[in-house]
C-alpha cells in the first residue's frame, strides 16, 4: 500500500471501533501518525492494535474524549501536537443514536444525540481549524454525517436533525475555510457492518413488526442497489481520498457511501 500520508498528523474521533477504527486503520496503512480518540477506554487497546501497522517513523496514541467538552477537545488537539506535531487532517466520526417513538423520546436523549453528533462535529472542526491555520497548514476537515443527513426516518427525528446539522456546519465551514486551503467536506454512510447498524435492526426492528434479530437487515440489504452492506474499509476509500491531494480542488461537498441508496 502506499505512503500518501508519510509525515501526516491525523485525528480520528469515535475511532475505537467501527467506521472510526477502519478509517484509522487505513490512515496508519498508508504512513500517517494517528490520534485515535473516543469515550471509552476500549480506545487504548485500539491504538495499541493499530500502534502494530505503523511504517517507519509514524505513532499512534490513543485517547479518551468527551466531544461536547470544550476544554478536553482543545487539551486532546494541544496533546497531538506535542506528541505527534500539529493536526494535518481531522475526522469528525464520533456519533451515537436512539429510537424511539415520538410520544417516548426523552429531551435527555434528544440533547445527547445532537450534543455528540453535531456540537461535538463543530468543536473538534473549531479547534482542528483554528490550529492549522495558526500552522499554515492546508489542512482537511472531514465529518461524518448519514444517510439520514439525506432522508430521516421514522423514530429518529432527533438523530435526523443531527445529521442534517453536520452537512449544514460543513458547507458553512467550507465557505469560510476555502481561500486558506483548508477543506471540509463529509460522508454519508449507509448500512454498514458495526456495531450501531446491529442495535439499529433490532431496536427498529422491534418498533416497525416484531422483527427477528437480521431479518429487518435483510430487507433492508435487498433495497440497496448494490445488494450487500458496506464495510469499513468502504468508507475509508472515500474518506482517505477526501484526505489527499488528488481531492484539494474538493470543498463543502458531502459523499453517499451506501451502495446507491441514495443518488443526491
Known sequence: MSRRFAGKVVVVTGGSRGIGKAIAQRFV????SVCVAANEALVHDTAKQLGTLTVEGAKVIGAELDVTNKEQVKALYARVAV?????????????VITIAKLEDLSESEWDKVMAVNTKGVFLCCQEAAVRMRAAGKKGRLINTASGQARQGFVYTPHYAASKFGVVGITQSLAKELAK??????????GIIETDMWA????????????????ELMAEWIEG???GRPGSGEDVAGVVTFLSSDDAAYITGQTINVDGGMFMS
Open 199 to 214: 442495535y439499529n435492526d433490532e431496536a427498529w426492528g422491534k418498533l416497525l413488526g416484531n422483527y427477528k434479530p437480521g
Open 180 to 189: 486558506t486551503g483548508i477543506t471540509v467536506n463529509a460522508f454519508c454512510p
Open 29 to 32: 496503512r498508508e504512513g500517517a
Open 83 to 95: 506528541e505527534l506535531g500539529e493536526v494535518d487532517i481531522s475526522i469528525q466520526n464520533a456519533g
Open 224 to 226: 440497496i442497489p448494490m
